[in-house]
């Protein structure tokens, strides 16, 4: 199992960035994908996740109404466009997988992992 993740990088406050996260080595349709972050000095956490299958989503209350979590079937790719974006978004921002059918929020429930992308929001 592979998880590429990119499109991080430094934006202004208010701005937009889209991640994507590759997925290779698995049958997406069993898979339930997340996205966490983790801010220096901070634990990681949860923002996005979406059931494969059925695109069902799911978000943290920090980032719901401006982040939005998508796949393409074709491009095995999961992606995480996040708009209105704050200096408290700041972090590094990793793509997880579940085989699962079911979005849950602890990062030790997904046993595979993407390198991270560093996000940078400037105030």
């Known amino acids: 199992v592979q998880l590429q993740a990119s499109g991080g990088g430094l934006v202004q406050a208010g701005g937009s960035l889209r991640l994507s996260c590759a997925a290779s080595g698995l049958t997406l349709s069993s898979y339930t994908m997340g996205w966490f972050r983790q801010a220096p000095g901070k634990e990681r956490e949860f923002v996005a996740g979406i059931i494969w299958w059925s695109g069902g989503t799911y978000y943290a209350n920090s980032v719901k109404g401006r982040f939005t979590i998508s796949r393409d079937n074709a491009k095995n790719t999961v992606y995480l466009r996040m708009s209105s974006l704050k200096p408290e978004d700041t972090a590094v921002y990793y793509c997880?997988?579940?085989?699962?059918?079911?979005?849950?929020?602890?990062?030790?429930?997904?046993?595979?992992w993407g390198q991270g992308t560093q996000v940078t929001v400037s105030s």
């Open positions: 997880a997988a579940r085989a699962d059918l079911r979005v849950v929020t602890t990062g030790d429930s997904y046993p595979h």
